[in-house]
């Protein structure tokens, strides 16, 4: 049986959502909101608000219009949960320098070769 939107799973087997899951569904859900708000200060000042005022209806325009790019940035903006700067780039020798920069801890060469 399909759950009701937005109700979390309970029961056996059960997934547990993680901080990072949780925290991109919250900024899916806040783009969602914004666009859907743009879409309605574009229908309602197209349809309804001009014919009573044109100037009220082309200041919603004008707000609409800004929504977009402000729901983007939210959508896309990287949080402190986030772990971008140390993925590895797939480049042994980047990855150790950085690695050491970063100081992460990794075996010494020559503990390597002896271990050889």
């Known amino acids: 049986m399909a759950r009701p939107f937005g109700l979390p799973a309970t029961g056996r087997g059960a997934r547990v959502r993680s901080y990072a ?6 900024r899916r859900r806040v783009y969602f909101w914004m666009m859907g708000a743009c879409m309605v200060l574009f229908v309602g000042a197209f349809a309804v608000v001009r014919l009573f005022s044109v100037p009220a209806a082309i200041a919603m325009c004008v ?3 800004l929504i977009p790019p402000v729901a983007a940035m939210v959508a896309n903006r990287r949080g402190p949960e986030d772990r971008w700067w140390d993925d590895p780039t797939g480049d042994k020798q980047s990855d150790e320098w950085w690695d050491e920069l970063d100081g992460k ?3 010494d060469r020559k503990d390597r070769d002896r271990d050889e």
């Open 105 to 107: 801890k990794r075996p």
């Open 63 to 65: 707000v609409a219009m």
């Open 21 to 26: 899951e949780g925290v991109y569904a919250r």
